[in-house]
Nanobody
Framework: LRLVESGGRVVQVGESLRLLCSAWEYSFHNYQVAWFRQAPGREREGVVCSPSTEDFVEYAMSVKDRFNFVRIPDRPLVALELIGVKPEDTGLYYC???????????????????WGRGTQVTVSS
């Protein structure tokens, strides 16, 4: 299994972009999925998670109503849409999968055991 993130780039404050995470030789079904980000000098932050049941999405307060998590139907892809970015959204964004937790999902890094290498988002003001 390999996770590969893409779509990170330098953007201006207020712009939008879409990050993708592809699963090579695997599927996101039956796993909880999350996006994390890490800025220099800061701890890794879980910004969104989706349970294996795929029936809801949980967002961190810092990104709620600005980010949108999407599972792409019939493809081993998930996306994270960043809408109206702010300087504090700068960071290395990772996708991760972990064992299912029933109807729940976690935004704790310890609950995920497969990670991509990340894609860099830099918000310029």
């Amino acid at each position: 299994l390999r996770l590969v993130e893409s779509g990170g780039r330098v953007v201006q404050v207020g712009e939008s972009l879409r990050l993708l995470c592809s699963a090579w030789e695997y599927s996101f079904h039956n796993y909880q999925v999350a996006w994390f980000r890490q800025a220099p000098g800061r701890e890794r932050e879980g910004v969104v998670c989706s349970p294996s049941t795929e029936d809801f999405v949980e967002y961190a307060m810092s990104v709620k109503d600005r980010f949108n998590f999407v599972r792409i139907p019939d493809r081993p892809l998930v996306a994270l849409e960043l809408i109206g970015v702010k300087p504090e959204d700068t960071g290395l964004y990772y996708c991760a999968i972990g064992p299912p937790q029933g109807a729940h999902c976690s935004r704790r890094a310890d609950d995920y055991d497969r990670w991509g290498r990340g894609t860099q988002v830099t918000v310029s003001s």
